[in-house]
């Protein structure tokens, strides 16, 4: 039995959404991507763990 947790169980139970993040990792590990940069400066103190 595989455990989700609470968080991320929204995606399990959305199909669309999990074929775009499994897309999205394909073309991460086919090199795919583009390094956006850095957004910390977008950061306010609401949003830290």
């Not at 991507?33 to 850095?38: A, E, L, S």
Request: aromatic share 6%.
């Amino acid at each position: 039995m595989e455990i989700i947790p609470t968080s991320e169980l929204w995606l399990h139970n959305n199909p669309q959404a999990m074929s775009t993040v499994v897309a999205g990792l394909a073309d991460c590990a086919a090199g795919r991507v583009v390094d956006g940069g850095d957004f910390t400066q977008y950061l306010d103190d609401s949003d830290e763990d």
